[in-house]
């Protein structure tokens, strides 16, 4: 049997071939919507699914750009295969819809994704489908929430913005005993730190706008996960559309060549950023799974082999020392997003998050004063340089 490369080698090379047409060493941009059959047969035998090949760029594999991208973010995540999205928003929308239909339940992560939160409490209702957000980080919680028609758990960990940790290898054998499918949304991770299909869950998912693309230069989002889900989903989102443009597919496959060495600055960065903050007299309390006071520093150690880039804090003197703050740094944005090069700031209460209702915010941790924080990787001492003089000024 051939040797497995390790995740470095596959971030340069997986799924990469060299043009059959040119012999070009980086993968074309397939710029294109249709493609030319040989003759009638093949494309009947194409559309009924009885020849491989590609037919309409919204059906998968869509163009062979997608299809390098999906087959080397499976090979990242440990899937059996892959499907692209024009965002994150578009692929978790395409995995709900290839699992729940009315009448079904979902157990959802209570701290998740704004827009996530929107979707699954605001539009899913209205198709008929109940949604259950708890504290998942503690299993009892997700025990108690079963019903016999729940069909799928859904977690992001670490969570977005409390960092809250949860145990995906836990949850994904709960999920299985119940006959469940269980979603990762590993977004703040991304593969290079925690491989969810390795630890027993049966979709992993990312938003490609943050650390995939890595440059704050596209949107994107991308799947993998077993052949038969993914076989369903491939259905989905031929009905549905949604998927990725060809030229960001080409920027994300470049973004992951590099994802490895990214994302080792980010979480070097971020640690030596979480102890500057954890140091400062001016900040009540910070949240970074690498510090061991994180609540489930543990857990995270035990599923994670790095602690990415996001952390959030909150500065003593609440939501105006927060803004003072945010208006008072030089070096680093202020802008949502995360997993850009640069170090972006900002304030979930009023910003990706204030769509999540003020009693929820509260419930969850997400406290006005948080500032959440994702490190670029630029030089560290400039990233914490920065921090201080903006926390002086407040
Ligand atoms: C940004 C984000 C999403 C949504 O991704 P888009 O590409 O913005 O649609 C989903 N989950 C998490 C954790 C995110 O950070």
Known sequence: MEREVKFATKCVHAAE?????????????????????????QGAARFAGEEPGYVYARIPPNTPTHAVLAEKFAALEGGEAGQTFASGMAAITAVVLTTLKQGDHLISTDVVYGCTYSLFSEVLPGLGIDVSFVDTSKIENIKRAFKPETKMVFIETPANPTMTVCDIAEIS??????GVICVVDNT????????PLELGADV???SCTKYIGGHADLLGGIVAGKKDFMKCLATIVGYT??????????LCIRGLKTLHIRMERHAENAMKVAEFLES???VEWVRYPGLPGHPQHELARKQMSGYSGMLSFEVRGGVEAGRKLMDNVRLCSLAVSLGATDTLIQHPASMT????????????GITDGLVRLSVGIEDPEDIIADL????EII
């Open 280 to 282: 400062s007299p001016r």
């Open 173 to 178: 054998g709960l999920a299985r005993e119940h």
């Open 17 to 41: 071939k060299p043009d059959p047409a040119f012999g070009a060493h980086t993968t074309p941009i397939f710029q294109t919507s249709t493609f030319i059959f040989e003759n009638a047969e």
């Open 241 to 250: 559309g949604g998927i990725m443009g060809p030229h960001e597919a080409w």
């Open 353 to 364: 998050h204030a769509c999540v209702p003020l009693v929820v915010r509260k419930r969850v």
């Open 204 to 206: 992993s998912l990312s």
């Open 188 to 195: 703040f991770a991304t593969p290079y730190f925690q491989r």
């Open 388 to 391: 201080k003089q903006a926390l």
